[in-house]
């Protein structure tokens, strides 16, 4: 294909299709900024403030509107006209691609206006799109609660509690929260024994929490309760609201749910639980038996004072803590 | 040859009539296309030999709207709650249910329609499913609703395990519970969910009010977004034939139609049947 100079006829169409365009007005921008000023007056100094910038929007609105209807009016609009010099071709052979399949030349390659503002809403839609995804998806994936408080529930002086003697303790974690928070223990003193680290004798509960291992489903102790044994249920009031303790002689433990079985422990015996009972961690606060954070169990060994836990992290009911299970829960959301 | 005469004034009457209730259709269709977008909608060819069955997707459809109405009208009413109301000891949000049913004027009704209309919208969805299955519906190139219909069933679930506990009574805890922690023993992201559903690691009365923003905003927007893609692959495919029908599923006679050179683009509406017409003559398609 021979290079050939575009016909003076082709260069005017284009030149005259660009001046067609009519010249760009800062009226509308003044304007804007006008209605800025009158906002932000609104918030600085309402009397003084704004009436500048409505004085700035009226006089270029006058401007932008007398501009916007010029035709209207008849009144001729006077356009410079652009003037582009036409670039050199840089090789003699590029040719200006006027006609068919040519290439183009080196001055069409950069970025043109619409390119430019195609590139731009999207990038700007974009940057707002992720803005609003973040908290959303924070929101979704994030634990609704960090940094959570640890509730103590307060149970009441040791005396509550004879030796050897299992309860059934109902009580609020969260006061505030109110009968939702409601949860249940089953709890034996153990009387006391030593401190494997410092030799002291301690104090030892057997706290089981009634969470079922399977699907959380409240658990039963099998046996007589309350007035059936001649004792009566104790009903008391401490920091954590009322606190009920059933006198109870389990034989072990039962959800009514699916029929997981455990022994008096909270080791399972039958049914789909896949670990032990969960129990409380406690501290002895003033001669008060105080509950803390419960933990999770795979397995007891040995009964009361006695007992060797295989004490885990907290985990939900259902998931497995020791076995090859426990690695399709690899990381729990945090727990108080 | 008509007599040319001059119209009675009663004819007269009718032509004004005839007008006024025209002139706002057309002013209506003349600027948005709307009257012949709903006659396109509505009045669409089927096959000839449709069966009953096939009105269970419009049933379960009804079963929606009903749930959406009743919902919006116990939404006026119900109170998502679980503090204790000091006067009776109860929580707020199982008495305001409790006020609907009992005191509400036809409160038990609108209430009934949507717990009972509930189990009907699954109900339908599965033998609307059924249909669809045994009707060979969902082969190409229906493919694609289909999996929108399993969207919709699998939303369609969540609204009833969300709306489960709205009543926040010991049956709607405790399954609440259970739902929740069988979704907690997902492996890896489990806990994380059951987390996420429990608004923390206890049900409270957060989850309460998560479950009731779950049911009434979150869920039934994405129901309603996959039933419009739905319907508008129906009208877009068209209806299918039963498997007994004598002609081949979906098709016209070829003379009447000139096949497309392709498929019609996604902006422009297939004529009913030219677009399973051209599907079918296509090269290796069931001709």
């Known amino acids: ?336 | 040859m008509t007599l040319r005469r001059p119209p009675t004034r009663a004819e007269l009457r009718r032509q004004r009539m005839e007008e006024l209730v025209t002139y706002p259709l057309d002013w209506l269709e003349e600027r948005s296309g709307l009257v012949g977008g709903i006659r396109y909608f509505l009045f669409r060819n089927v096959p000839s030999d449709v069966n009953w069955m096939q009105t269970l997707g419009s049933a379960a459809l009804t079963a929606f709207l009903v749930q959406a109405i009743t919902g919006v009208i116990l939404a006026m009413y119900y109170t998502p709650s679980a503090a204790t109301d000091p006067a009776t000891g109860k929580p707020v949000a199982y008495e305001s249910i409790q006020n609907i049913t009992d005191h509400l004027t036809l409160g038990w009704l609108v209430r009934g329609m949507h717990r009972w209309g509930a189990s009907v919208f699954i109900i339908l969805m599965f033998l609307h499913m059924g249909r669809v299955f045994l009707f060979g519906a969902y082969k190409y190139p229906r493919e694609l609703n289909w999996i929108v219909g399993v969207l919709i069933l699998v939303l369609g679930m969540m609204e009833g395990f969300t709306g489960y506990l709205l009543p926040w009574d010991q049956t709607a805890y405790w399954a609440t519970v259970v739902g929740i922690n069988l979704n907690g023993t997902a492996p890896f992201l489990g806990p994380w969910l059951a987390q996420f559903l429990r608004s923390g690691q206890e049900i409270t009365g957060e989850t309460l009010t998560r479950f009731y923003s779950l049911h009434m905003l979150v869920i039934p927007a994405g129901i309603m977004a996959l039933i419009g893609l739905h319907l508008y692959l129906v009208i877009r495919l068209g209806v299918s034939s039963p498997p007994w029908s004598k002609e081949a599923a979906g098709m016209e006679p070829a003379e009447e139609e000139p096949v497309p050179a392709r498929r019609p683009g996604l902006m422009r509406p297939v004529p009913r049947g030219a677009g399973a017409a051209a599907i079918q003559a296509e090269p290796g398609g069931r001709d």
């Open chain 1, 1 to 336: 294909m021979e290079p050939e100079q575009p016909s003076p006829d082709t260069e005017r169409a284009s030149l005259h299709e660009e001046t067609q365009v009519p010249p760009p007005t800062l009226w509308p921008a003044g304007f804007a900024i006008g209605v800025v000023v009158i906002l932000v007056g609104l918030v600085v100094h309402p009397e003084l403030i704004s009436p500048i910038g409505a004085a700035i929007a009226v006089v270029f609105g006058y401007l932008w509107a007398r501009d916007a209807t010029a035709e209207l009016r008849g009144r001729a609009i006077v356009v410079e006209p652009e003037r582009r010099e036409r670039p050199e071709p840089r090789e003699p052979a590029a040719p200006t691609g006027l006609e068919g399949v040519a290439p183009r030349p080196a001055v069409e390659t950069a970025v043109t206006r619409s390119r430019f503002l195609e590139g731009a809403t999207l990038g700007l839609g974009g940057v707002i799109g992720g803005l609003i995804t973040v908290p959303v998806a924070g929101f979704a994936i994030l634990p609704s609660y960090l940094g959570q408080k640890q509730h103590k529930v307060d149970l009441g002086p040791l005396s509550m509690f004879p030796l050897g003697q299992w309860f059934v303790a109902t009580f609020t974690t969260d006061p505030a929260e109110g009968e939702v928070s409601r949860r249940t223990a089953f709890i034996r003193n153990n009387g006391t024994v030593a401190d494997p680290k410092t030799g002291q004798m301690v104090p030892s509960f057997t706290i089981i929490s009634n969470r079922c291992a399977h699907l959380g489903c409240p658990v039963q102790a099998n046996g007589p309760s309350g007035a059936i044994l001649g004792q009566k249920t104790v009903f008391e009031r401490t920091a954590n609201g009322k606190v009920r303790l059933i006198p109870v002689v389990p034989a072990g433990y039962g959800c009514p749910c699916h029929g997981g079985q455990y022994d008096t422990e909270g080791n399972r015996t039958a049914g789909p639980p896949v670990r032990a009972l969960d129990r409380y961690a406690f501290e002895i606060d003033n001669g008060r038996l105080v509950l803390l954070s419960t933990y999770s169990v795979s397995h007891v060994v040995g009964t009361g004072a006695q007992a060797k836990i295989y004490k885990y992290q907290e985990a939900g009911p259902g998931q497995h803590v020791d076995g090859p299970e426990q690695w399709f829960y690899p990381l729990q959301p945090p727990h108080h």
